[in-house]
């Protein structure tokens, strides 16, 4: 089981950055899939990111493609999600998740716990 806790959320005008922060524990971590995934309000739950367990590969959202990064630290136990060019229907409150396997998750599905989020929230 891996326990997450997200950081870095905030108010931010289109066009600016942000940096997301996840930091796990639990002894499954290193050997698992990671990514994120967002809710804006009114709106289904959406797949962000996501990294396999060593971090050579990632996947993303045709949506954030090209703006966002995830990487990974498993020696901290840290994921992040660097989030540029922001636009404000990418406001949403952003999820942390630990995937079923050491794959890269793509879908909300793939996940197997999460943490409470963190609201992020672009103005035009």
């Known amino acids: 089981q891996v326990q997450l806790v997200e950081s870095g959320g905030g108010l931010v005008q289109a066009g600016g950055s942000l940096r997301l922060s996840c930091a796990a524990s639990g002894r499954t971590f290193r050997s698992s899939g990671m990514g994120w995934f967002r809710q804006g309000p009114g709106k289904e739950r959406e797949f962000v990111a996501g990294i396999n367990w060593s971090g050579g590969r990632t996947y993303y959202a045709d949506s954030v493609k090209g703006r966002f990064t995830i990487s990974r630290d498993n020696a901290k136990k840290t994921v992040s999600l660097q989030m540029n060019s922001l636009k404000p229907e990418d406001t949403a409150v952003y999820y942390c998740?630990?995937?079923?396997?050491?794959?890269?998750?793509?879908?909300?599905?793939?996940?197997?716990?999460w943490g409470q989020g963190t609201q992020v929230t672009v103005s035009s």
């Open positions: 998740g630990a995937a079923l396997s050491d794959a890269v998750p793509d879908a909300p599905t793939d996940f197997g716990s």
